[in-house]
């Protein structure tokens, strides 16, 4: 069953098989099995359990953004201390309490959460992120909030990667209403 589900299962789950709530807690009890967060449940068997699966299991609205999204694109040198996760605003904040991954949580109006909406493989599992183009418009956004070598580093990793799509990146920020500063800072670096 947990196999089924790569090693993360929710109680609807596991009671969907025909089990009762009850075995599970002895399964819990013997250390076959951890609870994540109410009502998700990881298999333990030795084998690591991808953050990927446990993110998409537990969050499947949630999108990659900022300095995780740099980091898959290679777009930053440092490997971030938390899953940095966009959300909409509109959703319950305590649902996004758990300990396992860390993460850090974005609260964004809704129409933010669809532009530039893509997947990426990781760790052979496919995650929602932000497309390369978004992510550069989120870090222009939040220049003042980010430390300025990675955003240096960010911002000449993006002028120099051929995947990038100015027009894309400046449709974003004209959606997101940041077009000036973009064409601004970008417009220094081509």
């Not at 995650?127 to 980010?146: G, L, Q």
Request: neutral net charge; proline residues 3%.
């Amino acid at each position: 069953m947990f196999d089924q589900h790569n090693g993360v299962i929710k109680l609807s789950d596991f009671t969907a098989f025909g089990f009762h709530n009850t075995e599970l807690n002895k399964l819990i009890e013997k250390g076959y099995v951890e609870k994540i967060k109410t009502g998700y449940y990881e298999w333990i068997d030795g084998d690591i359990i991808s953050d990927a699966v446990v993110i998409r299991k537990l969050f499947p609205e949630g999108v990659i953004c900022l300095d995780s999204a740099l980091y898959l694109y290679g777009y930053t040198e440092r490997t971030p201390s938390a899953w940095h996760i966009a959300v909409s605003k509109n959703r319950k904040k305590s649902k996004y309490r758990v300990d396992y991954p860390p993460m850090q949580f974005y609260f964004l109006i809704d129409k933010y959460m669809e532009i530039g909406l893509s997947e990426i493989m990781f760790e052979d599992h496919s995650m929602t992120i932000f497309d390369r183009d978004r992510t550069i418009c989120d870090v222009i956004r939040y220049e003042m909030k980010m430390d300025k070598e990675v955003f240096n580093y960010a911002i000449k990793a993006y002028v120099k990667d051929p995947n990038k799509n100015i027009k894309n990146l400046i449709d974003y920020a004209e959606q997101m209403r940041i077009k000036n500063k973009v064409s601004r800072i970008i417009g220094m670096w081509i």
